[in-house]
């Protein structure tokens, strides 16, 4: 969870996941619905399937222990070099080489290494994998995450009080600073597309399909939307519905992915009979338990913002 996420944006959703799944095997037998219900809000949703398909492949081909050896981890979904590197370091006490954020920025001023990330990795990994002792891996990993996060920061690094100042090249040659180098970041795409959210006249409910299961806010809900991608604008305009209504644009909401911008019309109709397609309806008081991502939480209360009141609510 804590993956490109706060602390404090993760604690209510740790403690809710935990307190509803408290071992791995509650986890694994878990409807994929309802945890990705319980993500809803946090983004990043590959990390969520990723999660239970990890507790399926613990409890089922690992009697419910999870693996003790960086290289077994690895082949666990969901959990790359770091991860496995950073448990079987912490909780195993291998001596694997463990490169987050952090000691990547540690590691590139002690040696001065002028190749910009990512290429600059393979050297990376190699200098830590000759620095991590044999003896408490686990503790040296994380003092040095903690070297990185507290005292060689990103920016005016606090060198006079750094335990391993006397070896570093960077500092030596007057210019932490300059490391890690990087290449020009390109500028992320803008994106559009549209979002469709049908109301039942009657009581408010809104229409709401799965998206597919792979690919971006995979196996989430939404309310209709087009074929928007990173690589591609998704259809736009009245003529992009999904089933014929008296379409009406509500809006529009903004959303920064990790790798491009969109911009989502949001159209809203009331109608009264099911619609053709796939789907179903998610009434008011129901909509707090659906897994709808941020984005499509947004398109919601934005049609919400601009339809008549219900029969129900009038009442
Ligand atoms: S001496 Fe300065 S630049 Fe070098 S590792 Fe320590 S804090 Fe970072």
């Not at 949703?45 to 398909?53: K, V």
């Not at 954020?101 to 910009?116: D, F, K, M, S, Y």
């Not at 998610?282 to 947004?298: G, I």
């Amino acid at each position: 969870m804590l993956q490109q996420t706060t602390v404090a944006a993760v604690k209510s959703y740790f403690q809710t996941f935990t307190k509803r799944w408290p071992t791995v095997a509650d986890l694994a037998g878990a409807p994929d619905e309802a945890v990705m219900g319980a993500w809803a809000g946090l983004g990043y949703y590959a990390r969520a399937r990723n999660l239970l398909a990890c507790a399926r492949v613990v409890t089922l081909q690992h009697n419910g222990r999870f693996p003790e050896t960086a290289e077994e981890l690895r082949a666990l979904p969901g959990i790359g070099d770091y991860t496995s590197a950073a448990i079987a370091a912490i909780a195993f006490d291998e001596p694997a080489a463990v490169v987050d954020g952090n000691i990547e920025r540690v590691t590139t001023r002690l040696h001065a290494i002028e190749t910009p990330l990512p290429a600059a990795r393979k050297a990376i990994r190699a200098f830590v994998d000759a620095m991590t002792p044999s003896l408490r891996p686990g503790d040296f990993a994380q003092a040095m995450m903690d070297l990185g996060a507290t005292i060689c920061t990103p920016r005016r690094p606090a060198c006079v009080l750094c335990p391993v100042s006397a070896g570093c090249r960077a500092r030596m040659e007057g210019r932490p600073e300059e490391f890690p180098r990087k290449l020009a970041k390109k500028a992320k795409p803008a994106r559009i597309g549209a979002a469709f959210v049908a109301r039942r006249a009657s009581d408010g409910a809104v229409w709401l399909r799965r998206r597919p299961s792979t690919g971006i806010l995979g196996g989430m809900s939404e309310p209709p939307s087009t074929d928007w991608s990173s690589r591609m604008d998704g259809g736009t305009g009245r003529d992009a519905a999904p089933f014929a209504a008296g379409w009406r644009l509500a809006g529009s909401v903004a959303h920064g992915f990790t790798h491009f911008d969109l911009v989502l019309e949001v159209w809203t109709a009331e109608i009264d009979a099911d619609p053709a397609t796939e789907g179903w309806w998610a009434t008011p008081a129901s909509l707090v338990d659906e897994a709808l991502p941020t984005l499509m939480r947004k398109a919601v209360a934005v049609a919400e913002s601009t339809a008549p009141a219900t029969k129900e609510r009038s009442r």
